[in-house]
């Protein structure tokens, strides 16, 4: 299966632009590629502000600073988990975030 085979993934407000983020992860025997990026779409993958500001750049092309990240979570913009000092992000959430800062017209 090829990445465009599999880069929309239901529930997300668009297409990826590319999947090789999820590379990061280590792949279970058996599993697709596509059920691969799913998983970790919904799960809280990211670990910090900064390897969100990488997945939105390398998933999406779209540049945010990890300060703006950070910042949407205190305003309530953007759901986080609060892990010790930092945040831990799902990409599904991340997705919402910037899908929701669209603007028409």
């Not at 809280?44 to 950070?70: K, N």
Request: overall charge neutral; glycine content about 6%.
């Amino acid at each position: 299966m090829t990445e465009t085979d599999f880069r929309t993934i239901p529930g997300q407000p668009e297409p990826m632009v590319r999947t090789t983020w999820f590379d990061n992860f280590t792949r279970g025997e058996n599993v697709s590629e596509s059920e691969h990026v799913r998983v970790f779409w919904a799960s809280p993958s990211v670990r910090s502000a900064a390897d969100a500001v990488d997945y939105l750049w390398q998933t999406r092309l779209i540049r945010v600073e990890a300060h703006a990240v950070r910042a949407a979570v205190k305003r309530g913009e953007l759901t986080a988990l609060r892990i010790g000092k930092g945040f831990t992000f799902r990409p599904a959430d991340l997705d919402a975030w910037i899908a929701a800062r669209q603007v028409n017209g």
